[in-house]
């Protein structure tokens, strides 16, 4: 089992930035993936950004494109994503993803992609 503990959420006013961090434990060693999916209330689970061990593939859903940067960190199985520009819009529970092989095959775009979550880190962003 692999888990996966979030870090970085908070209350931040409409053009405030934050960074939210999430580390793999366990069986890390078999991620190959990591990324982040958001869920506002009363919304569907969407997803934010991911990216590739192999490849360095990274991918963003186009409401954060030029304002969020999802990263690696090198030194342990870990993954970092600068929010800037926050809007009253990026409200919600973030939730940190990891994938192994086994689904290397399913869009990373939708939960089936991955096999393990985290708890979730709130950010709440006033207008």
């Known amino acids: 089992q692999v888990q996966l503990v979030e870090s970085g959420g908070g209350l931040v006013q409409a053009g405030d930035s934050l960074r939210l961090s999430c580390s793999a434990s366990g069986r890390a060693r078999e991620i190959v993936k990591m990324g982040w999916f958001r869920q506002a209330p009363g919304k569907e689970r969407e997803f934010v950004a991911s990216i590739v061990w192999t490849r360095n593939n990274i991918y963003y859903s186009d409401f954060v494109k030029g304002r969020f940067t999802i990263s690696r960190d090198n030194a342990k199985i870990a993954v970092v994503l600068q929010m800037n520009s926050l809007k009253p819009e990026d409200t919600a529970e973030y939730f940190c993803?990891?994938?192994?092989?086994?689904?290397?095959?399913?869009?990373?775009?939708?939960?089936?992609?991955?096999?393990?979550w985290g708890q979730g880190t709130q950010v709440t962003v006033s207008s």
């Open positions: 993803v990891g994938g192994t092989l086994s689904r290397r095959d399913i869009p990373m775009t939708t939960s089936d992609a991955w096999d393990y």
